[in-house]
C-alpha cells in the first residue's frame, strides 16, 4: 500500500485549502482512511477519518465544522477540505489507512498507532 499526499502550502488564516491522499492499493474500498497532523515539537493529532464506504466521516474535536473529509472510491483517493484555517493548523499532515471497518468500536480510528500504512506527509502553513 502506498500513499502520496499532496496539495499543502502557505494560506493566510481564515482561508481555505485543500489536501488530497492518492492511495495504491486493488482493494481502496477495504482500507479506513485517517489524517494526523504534526506541528513541531507536538504530538501527531487525528484530524479526520473515514469509513470505506465514505458514508461515515470522523473529526478531532479542533477541526469539526471547519474542515470536511471525503473519498473518492473510483479515484482511490480522499480529500480534506479546510477552511476558517488558523496559524495554530500549522503542521506537516499526513494520510493513513487501515484494512479494517471504521465502525469496529473504540475509535480505533484516532489512534496512530492502529495504522501500518503511512503517507510521507503534506506541509501546510496558517500565517497570521
Known amino acids: 500500500v502506498q500513499l502520496q499526499a499532496s496539495g499543502g502550502g502557505l494560506v493566510q488564516a481564515g482561508g481555505s485549502l485543500s489536501i488530497s491522499c492518492r492511495v495504491s492499493?486493488?482493494?481502496?474500498?477495504?482500507?479506513?482512511i485517517a489524517w494526523f497532523r504534526q506541528a513541531p515539537g507536538k504530538e501527531r493529532e487525528f484530524v479526520a477519518a473515514?469509513?470505506?464506504?465514505?458514508?461515515?466521516?470522523y473529526y478531532g474535536d479542533s477541526v469539526t465544522g471547519r474542515f470536511t473529509i471525503a473519498r473518492d472510491n473510483a479515484k482511490n483517493t480522499v480529500h480534506l477540505q479546510m477552511s476558517g484555517l488558523r496559524p495554530e493548523d500549522t503542521a506537516v499532515y499526513y494520510c493513513?489507512?487501515?484494512?479494517?471497518?471504521?465502525?469496529?468500536?473504540?475509535?480505533?480510528?484516532?489512534?496512530?498507532?492502529?495504522?501500518?500504512?503511512w503517507g510521507q506527509g503534506t506541509e501546510v502553513t496558517v500565517s497570521s
Open positions: 492499493v486493488r482493494t481502496f474500498i477495504d482500507y479506513t
Open positions: 493513513a489507512a487501515q484494512m479494517r471497518d471504521a465502525r469496529g468500536g473504540g475509535n480505533w480510528y484516532r489512534q496512530p498507532g492502529v495504522y501500518e500504512n
Open positions: 473515514v469509513s470505506r464506504s465514505g458514508g461515515l466521516k
